[in-house]
Every structure is written in structure tokens, then in C-alpha cells.
């Protein structure tokens, strides 16, 4: 397909980037530290690093685990929400070499115990909170270095203090557990003084990340992420924005987890690089507390998923946040909704600009352009040194605004799954070409639109129905606060729509009312047959709609 849209890229937004003017991830923190040293870099919980607090601190993490006997290309798993341990954490293991298995926090044991030993982790920081399930796998991994950190462990005395003790013996939020000869994360970076860091020589060909993922096919598979692959999505996404942001200034709202692949590029890495300022929220779930946390930030950035967006700005309290300062959001990890942006836009002012991408792809890969052309319900277009295509069931590569399976080349691209060479081989392509498992169609002015995860699609008597397209409908009802539609078995039609709803506190419609409201703008076999009403719908941890556990209901 002819890159005829780059004449449309936007002005000022070179079509290349260029990953060697940096060695390492390292290598962009160094660099950052020495330019904005004094800085905040993260803020939480009402304490805050600076940047030349944050590389002391990191050195210090870095020369504990050199002590351990950790070297280069030995695994790390990091557990941990969002708290400003979590950059020491995070900086500090990649100064010392290793590669970062990030890690849900509330994952079962279960799933904690096959991430570890899939991974081969030899190490882990965990919060106290977590640590009774780590007891119960550990015997089962090789990890030999643990570090367990309390919640409130980096925000200074006495509020450390008050908030560790509230959270284990008046809140009861940690339940006993004894993992002998681990490490507390003050102990480790007591221990990290004593035995100085030494710098390592990292490359790009070095991995960075082990990014567990369903990926595009089967289990949970370690997308391996490389120093060049991160970088690489570092400046792509620094030249998108580059000429609506200045360096050292900008305040960006951290509410999605950092070990998600969206948080951790864009907001964790990306703004470090510019020398932002990241709010860590560590608890998006409690609206109220959130919003409290937004009246007192002077924030000019805010990234989230639909289900944030929607939840914050339907809160009766949303209007009283300042968003004077607020120059843009940027939405990711799932459809945006236009009823969602519309309702965003109206309420702060501001525009919400939907991007694209994959834990695959590091992650970003399109985004909508700034301040000009934004198009609701579009990714928007591919960010520089990025390629896109849509092909058929056979491979075969489609013409503009023909649906397909969306396929990206880039530097972003993952070097493949760990040690799944027959997974990888399932979604790369000749020439570095990544299958994305969604069905998208490319306009002839380079727009990109996701029509729905290729996995998701209902076949209704041979026509394929795109859940998003009978959601977007959905939501539009003034009743309506979240839907998710899904196809169930039907003997007449091979598959059925089934929509499950939440509707907004006071509000009320029946099942045949919505069926009705779906029937204006749906043809037939698109309107839901099946409608369940809940008081809430299953969502991953980032606050995506598990559109697979409604199926297996």
C-alpha cells in the first residue's frame, strides 16, 4: 500500500526517527538526570523525587543487586502499583542489567507462579500486601532475591510511618506471611551504599522487558522488549507531541499502572525523557480520592482508557477539578467512545486524542495528530518510522478502505516471544511484518480505523458484527453508562448479540426500550437479541472490558 498520506502527516512531525542517538534506556535517563536535575520527576501520595534523587536512590537499588550476585540478563520480577518506589525499582534494575518481568499485582497465585518460572525470574520486589502469595509459589521458582516494600515506605518520616502501620493493623490490608531472608526495600538500598554501583554497557540488542501479554494468539506469552525497541517508541511518540509540549515543564496524570505497557512507555519513560513531572495515582478505582488528588495538581496531561474517562467525568464532583492547565488527553488500551469524548470535551475543554497500539509494538503505533484532523473513532495515523497494512485470511494485502487483519513494521516492533518460537512465528510476518489480531481499514488520507479485535467479531448468519460498532449505539442512550456486547451461541444464526449493560444511578430503561433505540441506527441482525442488565462489568486491571468473561457466563 503507497504511504500516498504522508503529504497529510502533521506539520512540524518528522516521517523518521533516529534510535541511535541513545545506547540504552540508561542511557536516556542519564541524560535526563544531568538536564533536569533538580526537578520533580514522580510525585505520590503527596511526597515527590527529583531526578537527581531519583539516579542516587537507583544507583543505590542497582549496586544491592550487583551485591546478590545478579548479572546481566537475569530476570527481575517487579510487583508493585503505582507508588514512587516504583521508578527506584524499575531504573534501578535496568542500570544493573537485567530485564524487567512486570507484574499485576493482583494476579492469583497461580498466575504469579507460571509468569515466574516462565520467565526464569531470580528476583523479585513485591508489595507487603502481595507477599502471603508469593509465599505460597516461591518454592516453586528460582527466585533467590526477594525485596518486600511497604505502601508507604518512600514518603518520608513520620508519614511513612502512619500510613504503614494504617495499612497493616488498623485497615488490615497485609496478611501474615514470612518469607525468610528476604530483603525490606530500605534494607536493600541501606546494603545498595555500602557496595557502589557499577556501570554496565548496555545495547540496543539488549532486552530491557519481558511484557507479559495474551498477545495476539493462545497463553500469556513474554513479549520481549528491547533497549532499541523502547527507545525507538520513546521518540516516536516525543516527535508526535513535541511541538504542543515543552521540556521540563509539563505535569502528566499517571493513573493507568505502570507496569502496563501504555503507562510504562508513555507516561513512566516518555515524560522522564522530557523532564515531566508523573502524578502517580495508586488507586484509580476510588473516583473520590482521585478526584481529590486532581484539585490540588496544576496537571497538563491526563492518559487513560475509555472506562476512566467515562467514570470520571460522570462523577458529580468532575467539575470541580481545575483543568485550566490541561492541554490535551490521549486514549489508549481500548476503543474511545465518542459519547465518552464528547462528554470529556464538553466538561474540561479539552480533547481527548485516541491512539493505538500493542504490548507487542512497545506500544504505541498510531496516534491521532495534535490540534489538527482528530477524528473520533479513528486511531488516527501511523507515528514515524512506522508502516501499516491490512490483509485477508490468506495473507494477501488489501487497498484503502477494505477491512483486514491490521499488520505494523517499525523499530518498535518486539524481537518475539520468549522462548515461543512457534508463537512468535504465528505473528510475524517476512520482513518484520507484526499480525495484530484487529480488523482495521486504512483511508486513503492514511487515517487508520479499528473496526474490532479479530477475536471478538459475532458471525450472525454468515454477517460479521463488530461489537464495538453495537456498543458505540448503545452508550448513546442517555441511560446507559457502559456496555459490552458479545456473541453467544443461537441455533438459527450460528451466533446471537448479547449486550450486557450498566445504566447510570437513577436511570432506567427496559430491554425492549434499548432494543428499540439500537433499531434506529442498526440493521437488523446487529440488534442486540439478548440484553442482560448488571451493576457492573469485568474489567482488566488498566479498566478494559473483558468482553471473554461475559462469553464464558
Known amino acids: ?328 488527553s490521549v486514549a489508549g488500551g481500548m476503543a474511545l467512545q465518542r459519547v465518552v469524548a464528547e462528554l470529556w470535551q464538553k466538561k474540561t475543554n479539552t480533547v481527548i486524542y485516541e491512539g493505538f497500539g500493542l504490548t507487542e509494538t512497545s506500544p504505541v503505533a498510531c496516534v491521532n495528530p495534535l490540534n489538527e484532523n482528530n477524528r473520533v473513532g479513528s486511531i488516527g495515523m501511523p507515528v514515524p518510522s512506522t508502516e501499516v497494512k491490512v490483509i485477508d485470511e490468506e495473507g494477501v494485502e488489501l487497498g484503502f478502505q477494505q477491512a483486514g487483519e491490521l499488520c505494523i513494521k517499525g523499530p518498535q516492533v518486539m524481537k518475539g516471544y520468549w522462548q515461543r518460537p512457534d508463537e512468535t512465528e504465528k505473528v510475524m510476518l517476512t520482513s518484520d511484518w507484526l499480525k495484530t489480531g484487529d480488523i482495521a481499514e486504512i483511508m486513503e488520507d492514511g487515517f487508520v480505523k479499528i473496526v474490532d479485535r479479530k477475536k471478538d467479531m459475532i458471525l450472525v448468519s454468515g454477517f460479521n458484527v463488530y461489537p464495538n460498532e453495537v456498543e458505540d449505539i448503545a452508550v448513546k442512550h442517555p441511560a446507559v453508562l457502559e456496555a459490552a456486547a458479545v456473541g453467544i451461541p443461537d441455533e438459527k444464526s450460528t451466533e446471537a448479540v448479547k449486550l450486557f449493560v450498566v445504566l447510570k444511578p437513577g436511570h432506567k430503561v427496559n430491554e425492549q426500550e434499548l432494543k428499540d433505540f439500537c433499531r434506529q441506527d442498526l440493521v437488523n441482525y446487529k440488534i442486540p437479541k439478548h440484553i442482560e442488565f448488571r451493576s457492573e462489568l469485568p474489567k482488566t486491571n488498566v479498566g478494559k472490558i473483558l468482553r471473554r468473561a461475559l462469553r464464558e457466563v
Open 1 to 328: 500500500m503507497e504511504k500516498v498520506w504522508l503529504k497529510n502527516y502533521p506539520k512540524g512531525v518528522n516521517h523518521e526517527i533516529n534510535p541511535n542517538v541513545y545506547k540504552s534506556i540508561v542511557d536516556v535517563f542519564n541524560k535526563s538526570v544531568d538536564k533536569y536535575n533538580d526537578k520533580i520527576a514522580y510525585k505520590n501520595m503527596g511526597a515527590s523525587i527529583t531526578f537527581s534523587e531519583l539516579d542516587e536512590l537507583t544507583n543505590q537499588f542497582a549496586g544491592f543487586l550487583q551485591k546478590q550476585g545478579l548479572k546481566k540478563g537475569d530476570r527481575i520480577a517487579i510487583q508493585l502499583p503505582n507508588l514512587l518506589q516504583f521508578p527506584v525499582v524499575l531504573f534501578g534494575a535496568l542500570k544493573a542489567g537485567l530485564i524487567v518481568v512486570n507484574t499485576n499485582p493482583l494476579y492469583t497465585a497461580r498466575e504469579m507462579k507460571y509468569q515466574f518460572v516462565d520467565s526464569g525470574a531470580k528476583a523479585i520486589v513485591v508489595l507487603s500486601n502481595f507477599a502471603s502469595q508469593l509465599e505460597e509459589v516461591l518454592k516453586d521458582t528460582k527466585i533467590e532475591t526477594v525485596v518486600v516494600t511497604q505502601l508507604g515506605d518512600m514518603l518520608g518520616w513520620p508519614k511513612s510511618h502512619i500510613v504503614n502501620f494504617a495499612i497493616k493493623h488498623v485497615k488490615k490490608m497485609v496478611p501474615n506471611f514470612h518469607l525468610a531472608g528476604s530483603f525490606s526495600l530500605l534494607e536493600a538500598l541501606d546494603i545498595g551504599k555500602l557496595n557502589k554501583y557499577s556501570p554496565l554497557e548496555l545495547g540496543h540488542e539488549d532486552l530491557a522487558f519481558l511484557q507479559y501479554t495474551g498477545g495476539t494468539t493462545g497463553v500469556s506469552k513474554g513479549a520481549m522488549l528491547t533497549h532499541k525497541n523502547i527507545i525507538a517508541n520513546m521518540l516516536q511518540v516525543k516527535e508526535w507531541i513535541a511541538t504542543d509540549l515543552t521540556d521540563g515543564e509539563e505535569v502528566v496524570i499517571t493513573a493507568l499502572p505502570l507496569y502496563h505497557i501504555f503507562s510504562l512507555t508513555v507516561n513512566c519513560l516518555c515524560f522522564l525523557k522530557m523532564g515531566g513531572t508523573n502524578v502517580l495515582i495508586t488507586n484509580p478505582k476510588d473516583i473520590p480520592g482521585f478526584i481529590k488528588t486532581l484539585k490540588k495538581e496544576k496537571f497538563t496531561l491526563f492518559t487513560g482508557v475509555n472506562t476512566l474517562f467515562n467514570a470520571l467525568a460522570n462523577h458529580p464532583d468532575f467539575t470541580t477539578i481545575d483543568f485550566s492547565h490541561l492541554k490535551f
